[in-house]
């Protein structure tokens, strides 16, 4: 018998990849905005993902979806312990949406849309990190029900996780430039990737040895033996991407800067994944302990498998229909 709990577990998980791995690199755009002034390069940069931008959020969208129908405890009690930090993420990302259709249509007050494209871009990538800090620290459930409080989530690890998400973000959007653009802005952001991936690498280091502080049972998995040997082989992957991506910056290759910044937030996933398993609300439920009956599983599986597989085709159409070079001049921002 297929183990229904299990799938919807491996749904959602990567539905909240492929929403960081598409929807990182235009927030991290907006991260980048304050240190591009000149307006220009700015439309520039908007129009690279001008066409593709809100279908990323597709994403967001099925995985609080598939939570609520596969999995209500973890719905109800993450969303009650993370109500402040997802509210104010949301009001960043409606920021960001509106400073991308009126800024193209504004002329004297495109510096305030350039402003609210920048604050919803980076209060809504520091959120989602200290939602995901938060949630790695743990949230107390009893009954089946949240039982912390309204501010739990507020701790310096859950900030330092908003500032390390901000980091890859910016990473990712630097790296989706260099593929998209051409010429000066071309060569800016190839000089910006090196310094950002070390920082990055630092942010990484921190929040590795910070994790297992955090909670000892993630302490015991990494670090005991022999897991320690099997798990060896996540930061010594991180570390070759890091050195792939200091080398294509210096040979000038496009696309392989974004690919090993990508390898790296996947490896970082992939790192959250193993020190929380078998737990959907970290420490205590289970992916099991947190189904929904079988049968509503089932039926919504129905569903899901019908319209990921659309969802997925209609993402790789726009992508293609839009592949290949922006220039200044392209598209609705100038």
Same mark, same amino acid.
């Given at each position: 018998? =297929?183990?229904?709990?299990?799938i919807?577990a491996?749904?959602i998980?990567?539905?909240?990849f492929?929403?960081?791995?598409l ?8 991260i ?19 066409p593709?931008?809100?279908g990323?959020?597709?994403w967001?969208v ?8 596969a999995?209500?405890?973890v719905?109800?009690?993450v969303?009650?312990?993370?109500y ?5 993420m949301?009001?960043? !990302? ?6 991308? /259709?009126?800024r ?8 305030w849309?350039d !402003? ?31 039982a912390?409080?309204?501010f739990?989530?507020l ?7 908003g =500032? @390390?998400?901000?980091?890859t ?9 260099i593929?998209?653009?051409?010429? /000066? =802005? ?9 310094p950002?991936?070390?920082l990055l ?6 929040v ?10 993630i ?8 897991? !320690?040997?099997y798990l ?15 080398r ?13 910044? =990508?390898a ?11 020190s ?10 289970t992916i ?13 599986l129905v ?10 085709v209609?993402?790789?159409? @726009?992508y ?11 598209g609705g921002?100038?």
């Amino acid at each position: 018998m =297929l183990d229904l709990s299990l799938i919807w577990a491996g749904i959602i998980a990567l539905g909240v990849f492929i929403y960081v791995m598409l929807d990182g690199f235009d927030l991290g755009i907006g991260i980048l905005f304050p240190f591009f002034p000149d307006e220009a390069e700015r439309d520039v940069m908007m129009n690279t993902v001008a066409p593709v931008w809100d279908g990323n959020e597709t994403w967001l969208v099925l995985g609080g979806a598939g939570l609520f129908a596969a999995f209500p405890v973890v719905y109800s009690a993450v969303l009650s312990a993370l109500y402040l930090p997802l509210i104010l993420m949301l009001v960043g !990302l409606i920021f960001r949406g509106v400073a991308f /259709e009126i800024r193209a249509k504004a002329t004297r007050t495109r510096h305030w849309w350039d !402003l609210a494209f920048i604050a919803g871009s980076g209060s809504a990538t520091f959120f989602q990190g200290v939602a995901l800090g938060a949630y790695i620290q743990g949230i107390p459930v009893l009954n089946r029900e949240f039982a912390g409080g309204g501010f739990d989530w507020l701790s310096p690890f859950s900030l330092f996780t908003g =500032l @390390g998400l901000l980091v890859t973000y910016a990473v990712l959007g630097c790296g989706w430039l260099i593929i998209k653009t051409e010429g /000066e =802005l071309q060569r800016k952001m190839f000089a910006l990737m090196r310094p950002l991936t070390a920082l990055l690498l630092l942010m990484i280091a921190l929040v590795s040895l910070w994790t297992p502080l955090v909670d000892p049972a993630i302490a015991r998995r990494w670090f005991s033996l022999p897991n !320690l040997f099997y798990l060896l082989p996540v930061p010594v992957a991180v570390a070759l991407c890091v050195r792939g991506i200091f080398r294509a910056v210096s040979r000038r290759q496009e696309k392989a800067p974004y690919f090993l910044a =990508l390898a790296i937030a996947a490896l970082g996933y992939v790192g959250f994944l193993i020190s929380i398993w078998p737990h959907l609300v970290p420490p205590s439920v289970t992916i099991w302990q947190a189904a929904a009956p079988r049968s509503s599983q089932a039926f919504a599986l129905v569903g899901a498998l019908i319209i990921i597989p659309i969802i997925l085709v209609y993402t790789a159409l @726009g992508y293609w229909v839009f592949r290949g070079k922006v220039r200044a001049g392209d598209g609705g921002y100038h």
